[in-house]
């Protein structure tokens, strides 16, 4: 019987050892190879070859947030047009893409990236509106939305009921960086400053990979992939995401559950991913027939699916950047 015992205690600490370094690897790697793809047309993926950013048939540096979405998208996107035989995508925080790899060379795990993609997409049109005063590019549409969700521990542990609960001091946040992610620099944060809790749950600061508070809020390089992470290992207790990325970790099976954020503070009425092609692509014609694509309805129901909101025809129709 001892010895059964102890069998299970060594079992049960190697388990708990696995899941601890899984979690934390999983936080510090931020899954990165899964950010660099390049799809093949006859299905195959190859992970983090940032060369293919200089000679795929199809470069696309993408909001991070959409990343799971991607395979079918693209998957359907080659079907459709076979001759497209390869598409490197990228999908990370766009602030950082644009910052980091398109205004000046960028590298990624020590390889340069090209500066010139042939699309770019983010959730601030700001971002495309800097690069129509760099003179590299001109128009954008629309082609899908979202919203902020709060994600927590499967059934919800500490009771956390709305978005005011962030104020709370017995909960830890995990909450996106206001530096390069787009999503709590340009809609996060303003959600607390509507609910009066900006300067209690950010401490005023603006950081990357840190504390903001103390033991209460850490901010993440890449929300989308460290979130999960950090709840499920018990590191935080509620953050800040897109419910499209509430909706795919809970179809994977990951012990997370969502609490959903009332109108107006999810930011659903500001929300659109814009999307616009860069004049110095090398290869414009592909990256129009991308764009065409996202307005069809085998596109948009892809979007759907992942818990993204459709865009209109409105959006989907090409717009003239704006000035500043």
Not at 53 to 65: E, H, I, Q, R, T
Not at 168 to 195: A, C, H, W
Not at 292 to 315: E, P, W
């Amino acid at each position: 019987m001892y010895k059964q015992i102890k069998r299970r205690g060594v079992t049960a600490l190697l388990f708990s050892s696995v899941f601890m370094f899984s979690a934390a690897y999983a936080a510090k790697d931020a899954g990165q190879g899964h950010d660099y793809r390049t799809f093949h047309v006859n299905g195959k993926v190859d992970y983090g070859k940032i060369g293919d950013s200089y000679k795929a048939d199809l470069v696309m540096y993408l909001a991070g947030n959409q990343f799971m979405a991607m395979e079918d998208v693209i998957n359907d996107f080659q079907s459709k047009n076979p001759d497209i035989k390869t598409v490197y995508v990228e999908t990370i925080p766009p602030g950082q893409i644009l910052k980091s790899q398109i205004l000046k060379q960028g590298k990624i795990n020590g390889q340069k990236t090209a500066q010139n993609p042939d699309l770019f997409a983010s959730v601030n049109l700001g971002h495309l509106v800097k690069l129509k005063g760099k003179g590299v590019m001109n128009d954008y549409n629309i082609y899908t939305h979202n919203k902020l969700e709060l994600m927590v521990a499967a059934g919800n542990p500490k009771n956390i009921t709305g978005p005011k609960d962030l104020a709370r001091d017995d909960l830890v946040k995990s909450l996106p960086n206001p530096i390069t992610e787009g999503i709590f620099k340009f809609y996060g944060s303003q959600m607390l400053k509507d609910l009066g809790i900006y300067d209690k749950v950010t401490g005023g600061q603006k950081c990357r990979s840190c504390w903001a508070v103390k033991g209460k809020t850490w901010f993440t390089s890449r929300h989308h992939r460290e979130t999960p992470a950090r709840i499920e290992s018990g590191e935080a207790d509620v953050g800040i995401v897109w419910t499209s990325e509430v909706m795919h970790a809970k179809a994977l099976g990951r012990k997370i559950d969502g609490v959903a954020i009332p109108e107006p503070y999810n930011m659903a009425h500001k929300v659109g991913y814009a999307i616009g092609a860069l004049k110095t692509g090398k290869n414009p014609y592909n990256a129009m027939r991308f764009m065409s694509y996202l307005s069809t309805d085998a596109a948009q129901n892809i979007y759907t699916k992942y818990g993204f909101g459709k865009a209109s025809d409105a959006d989907l129709k090409l717009h003239p950047i704006p000035a500043k």
